[in-house]
């Protein structure tokens, strides 16, 4: 605290008027020093931290650079799943564009072909993706909404509406 | 016909919290006693209906009753009894009727405790309450009615989400809404304050224990979910800043800043207009929260249902009670009077700082969790707001909360003496810096800063017990007397001395948890190890075992220290028939406070194995951490100064107790 302390906690009833004053408008400067303080982090921490949203074909489209860091969702394309020892490889398909993707970790417990999926990792200069979290949602009407709303925007969508609303 | 009596029920306890809304406000305004009086009759009645109504759906579900829509997507037969009962409340319907259970007891244990509250403070209180009730009770009527019938009834249920099938959720989710629904008393309070246009330290000394015990009780409802996610969700992370997270994380941040804030109101009448604000914040964000677990908005295990017209009808009680509740502030704070001034050095300075800054960190939190939302619905860009964001912000915001936190209590009232608690905070400051050495010079990998959070962590610990070790004049006076002293420290000093070395814990625990941690992903075949951490874990195969509702899958592992078998591991995967969904059975070793934590992948056609071992050291601390925070709530609340409804003691010292009445 930068604020001078008064030279009595009980002051005179002539000086207790603009003591009370001067004490009120510290405290007033303390609070906007520390909103704005809090206002920089949040603003700094929002431009760095985060993580846009992306189909494989958005991926293509936007030309999104290598090392980028990003969350790929789409549908896990049938037949597109190997197991190497603990690294699995699949691609996400949007029915439009594939993005192979490599992880390195066990896959959730409703990870199947044919069923959406999010990973968020970092897009590899050979155009894969590297993702260090793989996310779904434990239900077997699972669809991210995400995925859902982006391949609905797309055309894309072939399940019914019921999945999402259970 | 027992379905149909729960029902009924609701509706007449709809109608009780309509009287009760309406007629005892009216009383307060016309002076009619009788009026008045029947506030507490009607919450009474209120409770029972609304009890009834929830034993009765706890029946369908006991006996599976398939002809009620609720049981027959929630349960199964041959679920075992306990996630019968648990099953209640695992979903949308019967959780949001626990809400109100709730909700309603705390209506009534104020009809019962506060006999002795000004009569129209009382009424006030009491009408307010009902006006949740009602809003809730509405909710639960038009929107998501438990006791639907479906005809014909099938003869199985769906069952249970298995997520759900564990005695995680027996217990975390009453544990959270007590300490949600706990924060509407604070809220009633100060509107029934508002309406008064009279807030003093009295009705600070009646909101406090509420607050404190809705504030135990939502800590406790925290770290459960904490665990359970972490051993449920097969990860091992303990904490996700997840938007349901959150959203509980946000009124446990403005309640505990209210619990500080409502000890200055009540022993020096100042920061009123604040309390009272930030009593209105902190349910407004714990109607927040429920808006955004039950409307659907986030994609979360928590979403059981996505239904629009829930999420509006949720929308409306939100801007009702937080849009009427703020204009009646904006109306009546300006004529609430200004209390006692305080010198920057001060407990109270100390208070303001912690509230600044705990608003802060929840507003930041706030941001990180709406943000997504607020950018999708205006511009349909998505995007995740993740842990790095949390860590950039909350973290900084919490550090000066953690530093001043053991400095405040050795501060007098009005005029603190910095440099008497800075002497007595030196001992504290030398065991964080040895720790900080120790750690930098010991340990491999991690961040960088993390020593340092070890000895912050230390700090708040050791430094929580400064003013009893002032008070106790330890190592001053002969050790008896020091001891004599400690237990004459008011069950409060104790308290906040606990809470605050609570939250050094949990801190230790996560810095140690997050920064050296080691972790393994493998596939081994049967015969194979690894070894991790100083443990060599054999796969020694696979093999099915039935259970109740699912049959299991398991791996096994024997987990050996120096060539001898300590421990063994038994990570596994349950196919539940029902639902034919999958899930991971993590299998947890504790040694000591570290904990050894194993998950099992999906079988892949080959005799390999994919397994996931972790070793987090202190791990456990952070859920102690705020098991201790609890403990020394509870301790606070059972100081007899903070009683509800007890004579307030003499001023002067009372003769037999040696030491001079403490100040906090």
Known sequence: MTIEASPSAFPSPRRRGSTRKRRRLALFALVGLVLAAATALVLTALDDTIVFFRTPSEIAQRGEVPGTRLRLGGLVKAGSIVQDGATVRFAVTDNARDMPVTYKGLLPDLFREGQGVVSEGVLQADGSFLADTVLAKHDENYMPKDVADRMKAQGLWKGDDAGAAK | ?664
């Open chain 2, 1 to 664: 016909m027992i379905a149909e009596t729960g029902h009924y029920a609701l509706v007449l306890a709809l109608a009780l919290a309509l009287l009760q809304s309406v007629l005892p406000i009216w009383g307060a305004r016309t002076r009619d006693a009788a009026l008045m009086g029947l506030a507490g009759p009607l919450a009474y009645g209120q409770l029972a209906f609304v009890a009834l109504s929830f034993a009765a759906l706890t029946h369908a579900y006991v006996t599976s009753d398939f002809s009620v829509v609720n049981v027959v997507e929630n349960s199964h037969s041959a679920k075992p009894l306990i996630y019968k009962i648990s099953g209640v409340w695992g979903n949308h319907e019967g959780s949001l009727l626990l809400w109100v259970l709730i909700l309603t007891l705390f209506s009534a244990l104020v009809a019962f405790f506060g006999k002795n509250l000004p009569d129209r403070l009382r009424a006030d209180v009491l009408g307010v309450q009902a006006m949740i009730s009602v809003a809730f009770l509405l909710f639960v009527l038009l929107t998501s009615n438990p006791f639907a019938r479906l005809d014909p009834a099938p003869m199985e249920g769906q069952d249970l989400n298995p997520l759900l099938q564990d005695p995680g959720l027996a217990i975390h989710p009453p544990l959270l809404y007590v300490g949600y629904v706990g924060f509407s008393m604070a809220f009633s309070f100060a509107v029934a304050a508002l309406i008064e246009g009279k807030v003093d330290a009295a009705w600070a000394r009646w909101v406090r224990p509420w607050t404190l015990g809705a504030w135990l009780f939502l800590t406790l409802g925290i770290a459960m979910g904490s665990y359970w996610a972490y051993y449920e969700l097969g990860w091992g992370g303990f904490w996700f800043w997840d938007p349901v997270e959150n959203a509980s994380l946000m009124p446990w941040l403005s309640g505990t800043a209210l619990l500080h804030s409502a000890v200055v109101m009540e022993k020096r009448e100042a920061l009123k207009v604040w309390t009272v604000l930030l009593a209105l914040l902190t349910f407004a964000l714990s109607l927040l929260g429920t808006f955004l677990v039950r409307s659907g908005v986030l994609t979360s295990v928590h979403a059981f249902a996505v239904d629009p017209a829930r999420g509006v009808a949720i929308l409306i009680i939100l801007i009702v009670f937080v849009g009427g509740s703020l204009a009646l502030y904006a109306l009546r704070a300006p004529t609430l009077k200004q209390g006692g001034m305080f010198a920057p050095v001060s407990r109270e300075g100390a208070l303001v700082l912690n509230n600044l800054f705990l608003t802060a960190a929840t507003a930041a939190v706030f941001v990180g969790t709406l943000y997504p939302l607020a950018l999708e619905a205006m511009t349909g860009e998505k995007i995740s707001v993740g842990p790095p964001f949390f860590n950039n912000t909350f973290g900084p915001l919490m550090l000066p909360v953690m530093l001043v936190m053991p400095f405040a209590p050795l501060l007098a009232w009005k005029r603190g003496d910095a440099a008497r608690a800075a002497r007595a905070m030196v001992y504290a400051v030398g065991v964080a810096v040895v720790a900080t050495a120790l750690v930098a010079g010991f340990a491999r990998g991690g961040p960088t800063l993390a020593p340092l959070g070890v000895g912050l962590a230390l700090f708040a610990i050791t430094g929580a017990f400064a003013e009893l070790v002032e008070r106790s004049k330890l190592f001053r006076a002969p050790f008896a007397e020091s001891v004599r002293r400690l237990r004459g420290a008011p069950s409060s000093t104790w308290g906040s001395a606990l809470a605050h070395a609570g939250m050094g814990v949990t801190l230790l625990g996560v810095v140690a948890a997050t920064a050296w941690p080691s972790e393994a992903v493998v596939a081994l075949k049967p015969g194979q190890s690894v070894s991790i951490s100083g443990y060599d874990l054999t796969f020694e195969g696979v093999s099915q075992r039935p259970g109740p509702n699912y049959a299991s899958t398991i791996a096994a592992l024997t987990v050996r220290k120096d060539g001898a078998v300590v421990r063994r591991l038994e990570p596994s995967r349950r196919l539940y028939a029902a639902r034919q969904m999958d899930l991971t059975e993590a299998s947890i070793a504790t040694f000591g406070l570290s904990q050894l934590y194993a998950s099992m992948g999906e079988a892949r056609g080959d005799d390999a194995t994919a397994l996931r071992v972790t070793y987090k050291p202190l791990v456990t601390l952070i859920w102690f951490g705020a098991v201790i925070m609890a403990l020394g709530g509870g301790l606070s609340l059972a100081d007899r100064r903070l009683r509800v409804g007890a004579p307030r003691r003499a001023a002067k010292p009372v003769p037999v107790s040696a030491h001079p009445a403490p100040a906090e």
